[in-house]
């Protein structure tokens, strides 16, 4: 048996690569620019198609899920910010100035519409990585 080189087990994944939505989508093997000849050393092509386009989703939902992680801790910190002075602004007590105020309704309801949104993409390019694999076998 020969041996493996990296290039017969990449998965589409290296430290510090950029895994933006187009990126991924280039690289597609559904783009048409699959190596014949990397595919012919791999046993189980379509497996292979099929780790391939769960990695490549994961890594789309997580890159998805931790900007808006990024963006809440962003906001935060500014929301606080302005409830705290604003709260010293009316002479409220220092004890209720301490408590952890929570983020405005309209914040958090546009923040759950963009989490639908991301998790509607998903699905979509889950189907569709799907109906691919089950063309392609």
Wanted: hydrophobic share 30%; aromatic share 8%.
């Amino acid at each position: 048996m020969a041996r493996r080189t990296s290039k017969s087990l990449d998965l589409g994944w290296e430290p510090g690569r950029d895994f933006s939505p187009t990126k991924q989508l280039e690289k597609c093997p559904a783009s048409g620019e699959m190596d014949e000849e990397f595919l012919h050393g791999v046993p189980n092509v379509g497996l292979y198609l099929s780790l391939r386009s769960y990695f490549i989703q994961g890594d789309l939902m997580e890159s998805e899920i931790y900007g808006l992680m990024e963006q809440v801790r962003i906001e935060y910190p500014k929301l606080l910010g302005e409830v705290t002075s604003l709260r010293v602004d009316r002479g409220v007590g220092s004890e209720r100035t301490a408590e952890t105020p929570t983020l405005c309704s309209s914040k958090v309801d546009g923040l759950r519409w963009e989490l639908e949104e991301s998790k509607k993409k998903a699905k979509s390019l889950d189907k569709a990585l799907r109906e691919r694999d089950y063309a392609l076998v």
